[in-house]
């Protein structure tokens, strides 16, 4: 299959990840090189292992170590054996005084990005709960981020490496609902899904705040399908379940798994 015929399968915006992914497929099968990838989310997960599928090359998932929503990926050639230490996958506990301080997401992605420069991509998962922050890492930064960040925000700490049994345990904030729409348009879902009007959903799409598998979309009448993720910067997330049908009156009944920001006061 050439590659013109290949990215017609796939959004506009995923032909440079494609690109990429074929160039880490053909090192680990013409060259037997082993490739470990940054940290990729879900959908650029799918996207790989589609291309990679039926290909003489073996896949390995950080999935197996922590079950998080961004993962490495090993691709090798088929006699190599699984080292751990290939994944170069770190989990650091950031250690501050929690008695008087709450870290929050945003601060801890802030000090990493900004007082680093290390790309996105070499970092994961940030894990917290009301005593506790991790994040996962690439293990070859580690020394960048104990040389450099000596504070988050206002707070002092320090990280401290942690076995991946160790990771924080957190309860799910989600949510299973039903909702009505009179079509599956991404408008109208994150409208009746968040209880918003919809010229707030559609201001929100039009203002870049609203990703469709973490691709963004401005479109107000884009269609959504089964296993969606819709991200609205500000309100949470909705994961398209299932389609349940009409009701009489003609209204599309769409299960949803909903996770709302919560503000921390």
């Known amino acids: 299959m050439s590659q013109e015929s290949i990215y017609q399968h796939f959004h506009l915006d995923e032909k440079q990840f494609i690109d ?24 650029e997960v799918k996207i790989l292992e589609s291309l990679a599928n039926k290909r003489e090359l073996q896949i390995f998932s950080t999935q197996e170590i922590a079950k998080t929503e961004l993962t490495k990926i090993i691709l090798a050639p088929e006699f190599y054996n699984l080292n751990l230490e290939d994944f170069d996958l770190a989990l650091l506990e950031i250690s501050y005084a929690n008695k008087f301080h709450q870290l929050k997401h945003s601060q801890i992605l802030g000090s990493f990005l900004g007082q680093t420069g290390v790309r996105r991509s070499e970092l994961g998962d940030i894990i917290l709960n009301d005593e506790r922050a991790q994040i996962f890492v690439s293990k070859h930064l580690l020394e960048i981020f104990q040389k450099n960040i000596a504070k988050i925000g206002s707070v002092p700490v320090q990280f401290v490496e942690k076995p991946f049994a160790e990771l924080i345990q957190t309860e799910s904030s989600s949510i299973i609902k039903t909702v009505l729409v009179s079509s599956l348009r991404i408008d109208k879902i994150i409208a009746s899904t968040f209880e918003i009007s919809r010229n707030l959903a559609v201001n929100m799409l039009q203002s870049r705040k609203v990703k469709l598998n973490y691709l963004e979309i401005e479109k107000k009448d884009f269609p959504v399908g089964q296993g969606d993720l819709i991200s609205v910067r500000g309100l949470g997330r909705i994961k398209i379940l299932r389609f349940l049908g009409e009701t009489k009156k003609g209204k599309q009944k769409v299960e949803c798994e909903i996770t709302k920001n919560h503000k921390k006061k």
């Open 20 to 43: 990429r992914v074929l160039d880490w497929i053909d090192r680990a099968e013409n060259n037997y090189s082993v490739v470990t990838t940054y940290f990729l989310n879900p959908r």
